[in-house]
């Protein structure tokens, strides 16, 4: 069945573009990004809701703030995992603007009002399309066990096993030590290199220590010179996840 946006987009979802490209190119507005040299692409914030939320205001950063409030006073979405400051060239001189990526951005418009029929066909487009609940609450408390296990089982694990075998590596998924425990994934390449990965849905302060000890514990019962890793969705890894990984010997690899 054909949904709302696909008739806003005039069956353009096919597209190879980014999805917030292709609205903003329809709407022939205007939406700042910014490239890093990790491949990650960080949108503006205020552009993306001014534009889809259809303001006339003369400030375009005045709906995002207002959205902003809204999201601080319900408490219900961890900004700082999803928001990240740069510094920007702007017609006003340089200005510190907050940029997110194309899932930061989805997560977003989930909070943003539902009197825009684009805000109201997007949202039920990626309801459709199962968007990842961790991106829909600030306490993954609230997302039942089953959730979070199929994000990560159902799109972590099968990323993360590519990634490896694509690279040659050789790999046990769902191995048990003699402890009991059950590491995520192995990956070996000869008897003097392995990799220990621990997956996460998302990574930060909440899951951070829980993930560090895992791994860290998983690597001292195999034994050896193993190498540990913590995976997880891309973009969800903050910057105090990879300086605490980094001084302790951890790779981080965001899938």
């Not at 809204?70 to 979405?77: A, V």
């Not at 943003?112 to 487009?125: E, G, H, T």
């Amino acid at each position: 069945m054909t949904t709302d946006l696909e008739l806003f987009l005039n069956g353009q979802l096919d597209d190879s573009r980014p999805l917030p490209e292709l609205i903003i190119d329809h709407l022939s507005g205007t939406m700042m990004y910014i490239d890093q040299p990790d491949g990650k692409r960080f949108y503006r914030v205020s552009d993306w809701v001014y534009e889809i939320s259809g303001s006339q205001n003369k400030q375009r950063s005045a709906p995002w703030k207002d959205v902003k409030r809204t999201i601080c006073s319900q408490d219900d979405l961890n900004l700082d995992d999803i928001l990240y400051a740069i510094k920007t060239d702007t017609s006003g001189g340089p200005q510190v603007c907050e940029f997110a990526t194309e899932k930061g951005l989805f997560a977003i418009t989930f909070r943003i009002s539902d009197r825009s029929p684009l805000v109201r066909a997007l949202k039920m487009y990626l309801n459709g399309n199962e968007l990842p609940l961790l991106y829909l609450v600030k306490d993954t408390s609230k997302v039942n066990s089953v959730g979070l296990g199929r994000i990560e089982v159902d799109e972590i694990h099968p990323l993360v096993i590519k990634h490896y075998v694509e690279k040659g590596w050789n790999i046990e998924h769902h191995k048990p030590l003699q402890s009991g425990k059950i590491v995520d994934i192995i990956a070996t390449i000869d008897s003097n290199q392995v990799i220990i990965v621990e997956c996460k849905p998302k990574l930060n302060e909440r899951t951070l220590f829980g993930a560090i000890g895992q791994v860290l514990c998983y690597c001292a019962e195999y034994g050896g010179d193993c190498k540990p890793v913590i995976a997880c969705l891309r973009g969800t890894a903050n910057q105090y996840a990879y300086q605490s990984c980094d001084r302790l010997g951890i790779e981080i690899l965001e899938i």
